[in-house]
């Protein structure tokens, strides 16, 4: 199972928005509806952010949202914080009960 | 309140085995599966494998099949990854993850070092 493919690192502002993709195929992403992301700070535990493609967990800020188009998964960052800049990972069910991840990408808030 | 608590770092030679445990509390050890995750040190996520909440089935990732087990004892909710044949490349921090679908709540990690 190849790994779905995102930017490997991407920056922006205070305040600006962002968006990452996440680029998979039909037998993943674009097959179910279980799409989800994650929020990697240094040396910390990942952190589910979405779920379910475009899902918030509670206590997960509004400024994060997701959605899908085709095959192709989408995160959005709005109103860029310091506290943003951390490691992203997407992942998506693969069929016969197996999942894959994306490679990370790096966000830098200049 | 949910909490996976993951046993210490280990230290292997090559072709050694390591079997990490992860125990669970905070919710109904038997209504959600358990998925591995590693990490190698300065590089991205990959999943390892799962397990069924209630009937001890069992998913494995294509390059590690033959390698990994992964158990549950119900009796002390705890979960457990066992990876044989231990190479350099197995160098990584293991994490377990509740799986509903997603992975909800992460323990904090296990890094396993496999060094000659």
């Known amino acids: 199972q190849s790994a779905l493919t995102q930017p490997a690192s991407m920056s922006g502002s205070p305040g600006q928005s962002i968006t990452i993709s996440c680029a998979g195929a039909s037998s993943d992403i674009g097959g179910y509806d279980l799409v989800s992301w994650y929020q990697q700070h240094p040396g910390k535990v990942p952190k589910l952010i979405i779920y379910?493609?475009?899902k918030r967990p509670s206590g997960v800020s509004v400024r994060y949202s997701a959605s899908r188009s085709a095959n192709t998964a989408s995160l959005t960052i709005s109103g860029l914080q310091p506290d943003d800049e951390a490691d992203y990972y997407c992942?998506?069910?693969?069929?016969?009960?197996?999942?894959?991840f994306g490679g990370g990408t790096k966000l830098t808030v200049l | 309140q949910v909490q996976l608590v993951q046993s210490g770092p280990e230290v292997r030679k090559p072709g050694a085995s390591v079997k990490v445990s992860c125990k669970a509390s905070?919710?109904?050890?038997?209504?959600?599966?358990i998925s591995w995750v590693r990490q190698v040190p300065g590089q991205g996520l990959e999943w390892v494998g799962w397990?069924?909440?209630?009937?001890?089935?069992?998913k494995y990732a294509e390059k590690l099949q033959g390698r990994v087990t992964m158990t549950t004892d119900t009796s002390t909710s705890t979960a457990y990854m066992e990876l044989r044949g231990l190479r350099s490349d197995d160098t990584a921090v293991y994490y377990c993850t509740r799986d509903r679908n997603y992975f909800d709540f992460w323990g904090q990690g296990t890094l396993v070092t496999v060094s000659s």
């Open positions: 397990i069924s909440d209630y009937n001890g089935h069992t």
């Open positions: 379910n493609v475009k």
């Open positions: 992942c998506s069910y693969a069929g016969g009960g197996t999942w894959v």
């Open positions: 905070g919710y109904i050890f038997n209504t959600y599966g």
